[in-house]
């Protein structure tokens, strides 16, 4: 229930037609942009996320590196990093991971993005072709222009989540 009424006030927030609307339903007009614009990628059948059972109690998987949380693991293993539970690897307490991140496919597998922390800041580098022909990306095929975009990165840890609000602009040098 939080989760809708976080995506609706999103929604609201950032679609303007609405707000002439005489009355804003979940069912007629929120959930159907949702589902066509957001759940395959967010949602409960995600691409990019798989969860993973509890076996006997304990969770199927574990990062081969076999870190907790608190130890300098994460809360996912990327997929093809997972092995076997080892609960001889932990103590009680120990946070450990709960999913596996799966490859890309399609549009989303096209940008490539690579991160380092360095001098107190993290600094993100992002790469695709100029030109994709697909529908939904930005062609950059005049290379004197001046292209809007903006930015965010999540952790996963599902409480740190960095966007900046400011426009941004990509300029080609020449």
């Known amino acids: 229930m939080i989760r809708h009424l976080a995506i609706l006030l999103v929604l609201l927030l950032t679609l303007p037609a609405f707000a002439a609307a005489a009355e804003v339903t979940w069912s007629k007009e929120i959930r159907p942009l949702?589902?066509?614009?957001?759940?395959?990628?967010?949602?409960?059948?995600?691409?990019?996320?798989?969860?993973?059972?509890?076996?006997n109690g304990k969770p199927e998987f574990m990062n081969k590196d076999g870190k907790a949380v608190s130890a300098g693991g994460t809360f996912y293993i990327v997929d093809g990093n997972q092995v076997a539970f080892d609960d001889a690897r932990f103590k009680a307490g120990d946070?450990?991971?709960?999913?596996?991140?799966?490859?890309l496919k399609g549009d989303r597998a096209?940008?490539?993005?690579?991160?380092?922390?360095?001098?107190?800041?993290?600094?993100?580098?992002?790469?695709?072709?100029l030109t994709t022909g697909s529908k939904f990306d930005v062609q950059f095929s005049d290379l004197n222009a001046k292209y809007g975009f903006g930015f965010a990165a999540f952790d996963n840890a599902q409480v740190r989540h960095a966007v900046h609000y400011d426009p941004l602009y990509l300029s080609f040098g020449k």
Do not use: Q
Not at 95 to 103: D, F, H, K, M
Not at 110 to 129: F, L, P, Y
């Open 110 to 129: 096209d940008i490539n993005v690579a991160n380092r922390w360095a001098n107190g800041m993290w600094t993100s580098e992002v790469s695709r072709k």
């Open 95 to 103: 946070e450990v991971a709960s999913y596996r991140i799966l490859p």
């Open 34 to 55: 949702v589902e066509a614009r957001c759940a395959g990628c967010h949602g409960a059948d995600a691409p990019e996320y798989a969860a993973f059972n509890l076996v």
